[in-house]
């Protein structure tokens, strides 16, 4: 009996330790698959990862939502303003790991979660005129929470304060340069301003404003009235503007200088051409030559669209009443007594067709402080004349002078008149 008890403990000790192997097999290889499918999903997840942040990353990004901008200090990221929603910028080069979670802009030298921009193909095309401009030898400092604004839209907020010198005035406030490009900052936004030497240089003292009418190109011998003018004659001009490094205006600058709202070099210059007769003769000249100039377009006689260029402003010259004989004495520009009603209608409709242009410029230089109301009521700020001399700080800004060129006029005489 004995003998048998012993056959069968051990048989269960066998058994017990055939199981135990068993058991420990079978564990070793659960652990193994766990590891292995763990390991798996640890990958999968990274490349899955990787793979989304990419997807938001590219070379110019656009932002899908007003989101907060981060500075990274002693590695951590900390919120120091945000981005405007549908601002497009370029991100700095970046090895994308599935632990990236930020993008540096590379124009502000701040960054942004991934998450909130996506790949967009161009950057939006910002002005650098403003480079034109003298500095006043003033600065702003700004309250911390300040907005920055890029035509009337907030395009950053900043919680830290800056200190910065203004490049332009506004009724409103002051515009400053900031991330590349010139941008407002409203009065409310400003905590004080003080005097500076940002710059030396010479200011203008006064703008010389020229008039054009008709230009004939070589070989066109069409044209013989004395406000003519050749094509030899025009390229004489523009080139030396060119080599004297002239800022040509627009009619806001001339306006805003006009006002002591913004400061321009001594060589500045604002040129204008009068009708549209043979105005798109100068867009080519004005495209070689860099150059920008102002048509005082009749706007019922010509299309704004035979004219387009960067480089040519168009204002108005009257909708339809660019008409002699209607008014007595001078040539009898209709402006000087017609129908106050009829008057600001043309007025209006020659400002609505050329996109909501706020200058103006008599016809025949004729005007009288009933042409002037009319003016002011359909919305212009400032209207052009004749006058042979620069306009000045002070001028009344609907009594602008020009100074009158024709074909007889030389290099020298033009020369003068200039500087």
């Known amino acids: 009996m004995a003998r048998i008890r012993r056959r069968i403990k051990k048989k269960i000790i066998i058994f017990l330790v055939i199981f135990l192997i068993l058991v420990g097999i079978g564990t070793g290889v659960g652990v193994y698959l766990y590891k292995q ?43 120091v303003g945000s981005i405007g929603t549908s601002e497009v910028v370029s991100l700095e080069e970046e090895k994308i790991t599935f632990e990236t979670k930020y993008f540096k802009i590379k124009e502000l030298g701040y960054y942004v979660k991934y998450q909130d921009v996506k790949k967009a193909e161009k950057l939006i095309e910002k002005s650098d005129r403003y480079k034109n401009y003298l500095l006043f030898n003033e600065n702003i400092v700004t309250k911390e929470n300040s907005r920055l604004l890029r035509d009337g839209k907030v395009v950053y907020t900043l919680k830290k304060s800056l200190d910065k010198p203004i490049i332009m005035k506004d009724d409103k406030g002051y515009y400053i340069e900031e991330f590349g490009e010139m941008l407002f900052v409203s009065k409310d936004d400003v905590e004080k301003t003080y005097k ?77 051409i009068d009708d549209g007769a043979r105005a798109h003769n100068f867009v080519p000249l004005l495209e070689e030559y860099k150059i920008n100039a102002t048509l005082f377009l009749i706007s019922s006689w010509y299309p704004k669209s035979k004219f387009k260029s960067d480089y040519m402003e168009i204002a108005s010259h009257t ?86 060129l024709n074909r007889n006029t030389t290099l020298q005489q033009y020369a003068a008149y200039i500087n």
């Open 37 to 79: 499918h763990k390991e798996e999903l640890r990958i999968a997840y990274e490349k899955e990862m990787t793979e989304k942040v990419k997807s938001h990353y590219n070379d110019i990004v656009e932002v899908t939502k007003e989101t907060p901008l981060y500075e990274k200090v002693n590695n951590k990221y900390i919120e």
């Open 196 to 272: 500076v030497n940002n710059t030396n240089a010479v200011e203008a003292s006064g703008i010389p404003v020229t008039v054009y009418h008709f230009i004939y190109l070589e070989g066109d011998k069409s044209c013989n009235e004395g406000i003519c003018h050749s094509e030899k004659q025009i390229k004489e001009h523009f080139n030396y503007l060119r080599n004297n490094k002239f800022f040509t205006m627009n009619t806001t600058e001339l306006r805003l200088y006009l006002e002591g709202k913004l400061r321009v070099p001594k060589k500045s210059i604002l040129i204008t």
């Open 319 to 404: 909708h339809n009443l660019h008409t002699p004989g209607v008014c007595s004495g001078g040539q009898g520009s209709p402006l000087k007594c017609l129908d106050k009603t009829k008057l600001v209608a043309d007025l209006k409709k020659s400002r609505e067709t050329l996109d909501g242009t706020e200058a103006f410029c008599y016809p025949f230089y004729e005007y009288n402080d009933y042409a002037i109301s009319a003016l002011k009521e359909a919305g212009f700020k400032m209207a052009f004349m004749g006058g042979y001399r620069k306009a000045k700080r002070g001028d009344n800004l609907f009594l602008i002078p020009r100074i009158p």
